[in-house]
């Protein structure tokens, strides 16, 4: 029990690390330098101050997640996709600017691009 609080937390501190990768890839800039260590590093910065936030966030699908474990499992053939897609929107919320196109740049470029239509660009 007393490394599994802390380990949730560090868990937590690490857990925008891949969308970090991904936007930095994306934003063209000379990532070669850049280890995994310092996409760890930036996932925890980013998340300093954020962890109860995302802690909540994971709270609130835990209906859901009995709800697809009752169904055998299909229910999370809809849920999996749902709660990708509300974490990358946690993540570009608390990320506003920090990183290449986690701005809202990105999602108006897209919204400027398709005559009001909304794309979402994991």
């Known amino acids: 029990m007393l490394f599994i609080i802390p380990g949730i937390i560090k868990a937590f501190s690490y857990s925008q690390t891949y969308l970090i990768y991904k936007d930095l890839a994306e934003s063209q800039k000379d990532t070669d330098d850049l280890s995994y260590l310092d996409y760890i590093t930036k996932s925890r910065q980013l998340m300093d101050g954020h962890k109860m936030d995302f802690f909540l966030l994971k709270l609130s699908f835990i209906g859901w997640d009995i709800l697809a474990v009752l169904t055998f499992g299909i229910g999370f053939i ?9 974490y990358v929107a946690f993540y570009k919320d608390i990320a506003q600017g920090h990183f290449g196109n986690s701005a809202t740049d990105g999602d108006k470029a897209a919204t400027d691009n398709n005559e009001g239509s909304f794309i979402v660009r994991y």
């Open 78 to 86: 809809w849920l999996t996709p749902y709660q990708t897609a509300t």
